[in-house]
């Protein structure tokens, strides 16, 4: 398998975790409070996603083992 949708995904789902936690932080300034903690989790959720992405991608160059 080609590692070119591992680094895709994991980019776009860190990137879009980051761009929650900015939307996070803005709906707070604005008082929006009742949208901040799903926004929130959401961003955690894509942050999550990223990193196992990358971890099913280290381990995927790892040789097989019989």
């Keep these: 398998m080609t590692k070119g949708p591992?680094?895709?995904m994991a980019a776009a789902t860190?990137?879009?975790g980051t761009v929650l936690g900015a939307l996070?932080?803005?709906l707070r300034?604005?008082?929006y409070e009742q949208y901040v903690e799903s926004v929130g989790t959401f961003s955690v959720l894509m942050f999550v996603t990223a990193?196992?992405?990358t971890v099913t991608w280290v381990r995927d160059g790892r040789p097989n083992a019989n």
Excluded: E
């Design 14 to 16: 860190a990137t879009l």
């Design 24 to 26: 996070t932080l803005q």
């Design 51 to 53: 990193i196992l992405t």
């Design 29 to 31: 300034a604005d008082g």
């Design 6 to 8: 591992f680094v895709a």
